[in-house]
């Protein structure tokens, strides 16, 4: 067990469409983050929050749209996405944002989306 | 840009063989150092971590990375590998006073262990 929890564990969705990630971490961390993990690509870290503040947002597209509505949920709003976006999606939740990284990531399963 | 290089993309080894990933990064400030495994199926979940102190840091299941600061180097090791050992392994690194929390994570390697 994880503690932070996935949902869906898999989703495959049209470019038309409009669909939402949930992550859910019962740590009682104040961090979470939003990471892409590509083929063959390092993870992508998209988006921080700290306390339900957004402090990172790494030049991600606009068709990705995180909310984080308490330090235990984070969403990924997904809309008009591309073939390319396809990818597993990671969310991570660490205890602190101190900025300097003493506070390991916790990982969920991920979500593994196929836009087609 | 920070980067992270793992040379490794998929390494194949018989059960008791010993076991060395290379991790080396770019940032020329000092660096905190992580390697993190995912195992078939399961999520990400950190390995062993560098912070300070002793070079040599011991994790769990047997792995061990050295960190040596002129080379830029974090490398892993196992003297006798297990077939459970199977996993993916990933070299993270967070430059420190960057005022960020963002891990640089290397692209991976795949280890597979035989029977």
């Known amino acids: 067990e994880t503690g932070v929890t996935q949902t869906p564990r898999h989703l495959v969705m049209g470019m038309t469409n409009k669909k939402s990630l949930k992550c859910e971490q019962h740590l009682g961390h104040n961090a979470m983050y939003w990471y892409k993990q590509s083929a063959k690509k390092p993870l992508e870290l998209m988006f921080v929050y700290n306390f339900k503040e957004q402090t990172e947002n790494n030049s991600v597209p606009s068709r990705f749209s995180p909310e984080c509505p308490n330090s235990s949920h984070l969403f990924l709003h997904l809309h008009t996405l591309q073939p390319e976006d396809s990818a597993l999606y990671l969310c991570?939740?660490?205890?602190?944002?101190?900025?300097?990284?003493?506070?390991?990531?916790?990982f969920g399963n991920g979500t593994r989306l196929t836009v087609t | 840009a920070q980067s992270v290089s793992q040379h490794n993309h998929h390494v194949i080894l018989s059960e008791a063989a010993s076991l060395e990933l290379g991790c080396n990064y770019s940032?020329?400030?000092?660096?905190?150092l992580f390697w993190y495994v995912q195992y078939p199926g399961q999520h990400l979940q950190l390995l062993l971590k560098?912070?300070?102190?002793?070079?040599l840091v011991k994790g769990i299941k047997g792995f061990e990375a050295e960190f040596i600061k002129s080379k830029f180097s974090f490398n892993l090791r196992k003297p006798s590998v297990q077939w459970s050992d199977t996993a993916e392994y990933f070299c993270?690194?967070?430059?420190?006073?960057?005022?960020?929390?963002?891990?640089?994570f290397g692209t991976g390697t795949r280890l597979t262990v035989i029977p």
């Open positions: 991570a939740s660490s205890q602190d944002f101190t900025g300097t990284g003493n506070s390991p990531l916790h």
């Open positions: 560098y912070f300070s102190g002793d070079p």
């Open positions: 993270a690194v967070i430059p420190r006073g960057t005022g960020a929390n963002n891990l640089f």
């Open positions: 940032y020329g400030g000092t660096v905190n």
